[in-house]
């Protein structure tokens, strides 16, 4: 007898179990129903939608995108330090012609403040490309370059061509200068040298062709005119930067605009320092 209610104890646990299971297994079902279902490709989109910089395998290192990025950042340089790098003609010009009255001294801040404008403007607008805004900066810096440049024809006074090509000029390169160097790391890795040389060429390029244009035009067609067709070459060039350049990854986190915490790394003050003090000296002969 008492073998017997034993068997029909296990019997109705057993039951009892597995109709759990089964409601369990039911309510599983339920839940289910309603969550949308993991779509794999969708998953890897989001995965790979932000990779990481430092990634190198993620890099294409190569491919058209890749190259139409250093096409675009030459142009960048081109008309960022090539500006800078042709002020020397305009100087020449501005001694024996509309600034005839002005000290050359006076003359020299023009490009002096260019070349600082582009500096500075340069450390600040870092974490401006940072938070994503890079099609912005050089939108900007295309407007501001080259609205300086026409309104630079206009001028006959000094104060007139300091604001249009020391300021506008020199605040638009400084937007052009960090997008310029900042987005080929992010396409290339092993090549990364060879990305780099051919785009800061544009800088050297464009301090030889722009001061020739001037230099032959502006005896025949005058001093607007000339610079004029400066503005125009500006505008075809920086088309190229505007219509196919593009971000490929943003850092994962947002720098501060000025984050003096990193100058406490001594490497990194020695750098700093080494650059201010190589710039000062390399940049002195230009102007004066």
Known sequence: MDH????????????????????????????????????????????????????VN?????????????????????????????????????????????????????????????????????????????????????????FGQMMLSLCTQYWQVFIAQAVCVGLGAGCLFVPSVAIISTYFSTRIATAMGIAAVGSSLGGVIYPIVFYRLQPSIGFGWATRVIGFMMLATLAVPNLVMKVRVLPAARRKILDLAAFREPAYFCFVLGGFLGFMGLYAPFFY
Request: glycine share 10%; net charge negative.
């Open 4 to 55: 017997r209610q034993e068997l029909d104890r296990s019997s109705t646990s057993s039951h009892t179990f597995a109709h759990d299971k089964e409601v369990h297994a039911d309510d599983v079902s339920q839940e289910s129903l309603h969550q949308p279902p993991l779509d794999g490709g969708a998953v890897e989109k989001q995965i790979s939608k932000n990779p990481s910089v430092n990634n």
């Open 58 to 146: 993620a890099i294409p290192n190569g491919g058209l995108t890749a190259w139409l990025q250093v096409a675009g950042s030459f142009f960048l340089f081109f008309n960022s330090w090539g500006i800078i790098n042709t002020f020397g003609v305009y100087q020449t010009y501005y001694e024996g012609g509309i600034l005839a009255g002005t000290s050359p001294s006076s003359i020299s801040w023009i490009g002096s403040m260019q070349a600082f404008l582009l500096m500075l403007v340069g450390a600040l607008t870092g974490p401006v490309y940072d938070a994503g805004y890079f099609r912005s900066l050089v939108f900007t810096g295309s407007f501001l370059v080259i």
